[in-house]
Antibody, heavy 117, light 112 residues
């Protein structure tokens, strides 16, 4: 089955760190650009970051630049989002996605990150 | 950043009637390869988002043909020909032509 499964969410204090993972299965992970998108409680969707197929190109939304790092391990079919210096406003469900602007989109079920003291 | 502006933000519709959502971008969404990367997503209550339309007018697999997308340049529309109860939720447009990708504010569709 073609799917993406996020994990690693949880409760963290402001200023803390968390690493999200997105495990891919059922397709050749190394061929695809991958994305992270988030949604704060009761709010809209916000694109966070992207990485190209071999990991050599990454792009970030301004509000996470310098704090979040996207990476991937194609041997493990896994996408990551390292989140440092977390703020209250980073509280959200984080989704990983494949082919967000092309045919064959895959979207995970999301993992909740709560930043609170 | 490209600003995506949707209207209306709230859309009450009678079952069986058509519905239309507008999305306008602050810049042209035509990419250098000639494609226009404008997507439409649906998010039903309590569910993850689901893409309905990509590149303006291409329906994703499994999406009913009641849903259609149109437009060009900076002006785009999602149309539902006959609204069903299952269509209740929030609809988002999203541009993937310019970095960073950006979403519209969302349009909440409800049944009258």
């Amino acid at each position: 089955e073609v799917q993406l499964v996020e994990s690693g969410g949880g409760l963290v204090q402001p200023g803390g760190s968390l690493r999200l993972s997105c495990a891919a299965s059922g397709f050749t992970f190394s061929r695809y650009w991958m994305h992270w998108v988030r949604q704060a409680p009761g709010k809209g969707l916000v694109w966070v970051s992207h990485i190209n197929s071999d990991g050599s190109i990454t792009t970030y939304a301004d509000f996470v630049k310098g704090r979040f790092t996207i990476s991937r391990d194609n041997a493990k079919n896994t996408l990551y989002l390292q989140m440092d210096s977390l703020r209250d406003e980073d509280t959200a469900v984080y989704y990983c996605a494949r082919s967000i602007s092309a045919d064959g989109i895959i979207w995970g079920q999301g993992t909740l990150v709560t930043v609170s003291s | 950043d490209v600003v995506m502006t949707q209207s209306p933000l709230s859309l009450p519709v009678t079952l069986g009637q058509p519905a239309s959502i507008s999305c306008r971008s602050s810049q042209s969404l035509v990419y250098s390869d000639g494609n226009t990367y404008l997507n439409w997503f649906q998010q039903r209550p309590g569910q993850s988002p689901r893409r309905l339309i990509y590149k303006v007018s291409n329906r994703d697999s499994g999406v009913p043909d009641r849903f259609s997308g149109s437009g060009s340049g900076t002006d785009f529309t999602l149309k539902i020909s006959r609204v069903e109860a299952d269509d209740v939720g929030v609809y988002y447009c999203m541009q993937a032509t310019h970095w960073p990708y950006t979403f519209g504010q969302g349009t909440k569709l409800e049944i009258k």
